[in-house]
């Protein structure tokens, strides 16, 4: 008899259930859109897009929002429109009572920008993504400029890592190490603070001009990092602090446990 009951009442439960979700579902193909809420989660470090942008951006994708039927709205089509823009990377898409279409987006966040040898000008983050120049918002981060060739189009939505590099030639390889460099001062709290620009010469050596000090920092290739700027740290605590920053044009690291110096003219 007890078995029975259970059986009864699990059966009974099942089909309250199946009758809540079918009158859940009815419901909410009657419910329409009466807003949109979008929320850029770091807007107040990044600038790179507006919600008007977003919503122009889905308006030219021929998403119609306001009005229509939720049942009707693509969240993963919206998803997928809004991620493939070069400066978002994340965005959610979901629905609450009653009828508010939430949009949460999060910007990409750079920390290098680049200008190449051919004047073309954009940013990477700290993952190898490229993200387009703004006329709207310019961050303050490291710039690199001069010989740089690209093994791929930088108006695309790509990443860099994406891009089989390994064996490329010297003149396409430049900007994977630019990428080691970068993340390198921008990881040491000193050299992140002193140096604002690298150069990269018509040797595909990489050239630093520092904050404070008129000299440029002859640093050669990105090989044996941690010694270099040990040694460029060891210069500025027990020569210049003594003989003051101006007193050289040029300071080499290219060579092995060595730094060499070239005094002004």
């Not at 939720?70 to 009572?97: K, P």
């Not at 949460?104 to 983050?125: A, E």
């Not at 700290?126 to 120049?133: A, M, R, T, Y």
């Not at 500025?236 to 730094?259: A, D, E, P």
Request: contains cysteine.
């Amino acid at each position: 008899m007890r078995r029975l009951k259970n059986i009864i009442f699990i059966t009974g439960v099942t089909a309250y259930l199946v009758f809540v979700l079918g009158f859940i579902s009815d419901k909410e193909k009657l419910q329409h859109v009466t807003s949109v809420k979008i929320n850029i989660a770091d807007s107040t470090q990044n600038e790179f897009i507006h919600v008007a942008g977003i919503r122009s951006l889905l308006e030219r994708q021929k998403f119609q929002l306001s009005g229509v039927s939720t049942a009707s709205i693509d969240l993963e089509g919206i998803e997928r429109s809004l991620v493939s823009r070069q400066i978002i990377s994340e965005a959610e898409a979901y629905i609450t009572e009653p009828g508010i279409l939430h949009l949460d987006v999060k910007q990409k966040s750079p920390f290098v920008r680049v200008y190449n040898r051919m004047g073309q000008g954009y940013y990477l983050d700290d993952h190898g993504n490229i993200i387009p120049l703004s006329y709207n918002f310019s961050p303050y981060v490291l710039v690199v400029n001069g010989n740089i060739s690209e093994p791929f189009p930088v108006t695309r939505t790509l990443n860099i890592f994406d891009v089989k590099h390994d064996s490329l030639p010297a003149a396409q390889k430049t900007i994977y190490d630019i990428y080691r460099l970068v993340t390198f001062i921008r990881d040491d709290k000193l050299w992140n603070s002193q140096i604002e620009q690298v150069y990269v010469n018509g040797r595909f050596e990489f050239e630093l001009i520092p904050r404070v000090g008129s000299q440029v920092i002859e640093l050669g290739g990105v090989e044996n990092l941690r010694e270099k700027f040990d040694n460029l740290k060891l210069l500025y605590v027990k020569g210049f602090n003594k003989i003051g920053w101006n007193q050289y044009q040029r300071i080499s690291l290219k060579y092995k446990n060595q730094v060499v110096c070239t005094k002004n003219q």
